[in-house]
């Protein structure tokens, strides 16, 4: 089973999303943004992830320096409270798979949690190369 925590206004989350139906999953997709994290949900990915709050903190097209969670001595603690209340500040997209868990910046990371992948040429949005005609990586 995947799972992607996935934001659909997000070209990368829809790059990661396209690759993984590509490749013949049918992925868990989790709107985290309509749905909300609950803190033992984002504490266990980011332990599943190696991430830290302040590693998986989206710092751009967020709130997070107008909340000041940008600034010298801010807590992983106040970072993570601040994530429950303000769900985009969770970099995107999150996926988990049984191969395990990773935030999927670049895209094409999330090649690494798939057992099959998708047969190529296969294009980002962009238009960027990713596989080539015979299937490997770029």
């Given amino acids: ?18 690759i993984i139906e590509q490749a013949g999953y049918q992925p868990e997709v989790i709107e985290y943004l309509n749905e909300g994290w609950t803190r033992p949900q984002l504490l266990a990915l980011f332990a599943a992830a190696n991430l830290t709050p302040k590693s998986a903190l989206r710092t751009s097209k967020s709130p997070a320096k107008e909340l000041g969670l940008m600034e010298e001595g801010v807590t992983d603690e106040q970072i ?6 303000h769900p985009v500040l969770v970099n995107r997209p999150i996926v988990c798979s049984e191969k395990g868990v990773k935030l999927c910046r ?7 949690l798939l057992e099959q992948w998708p047969p190529g040429p296969l294009y980002k949005e962009d238009g960027e190369l990713i596989l080539d005609e015979q299937g490997n990586r770029v």
Avoid: F, K, Q, Y
Avoid at 80 to 85: K, N, P, T
Avoid at 106 to 112: A, K, M, R
């Fill in 1 to 18: 089973m995947i799972v992607i925590h996935h934001n659909p206004e997000c070209g990368t989350s829809r790059n990661v999303l396209s």
């Fill in 80 to 85: 993570l409270a601040a994530m429950l209340e």
């Fill in 106 to 112: 670049p895209s094409e990371l999330v090649l690494d």
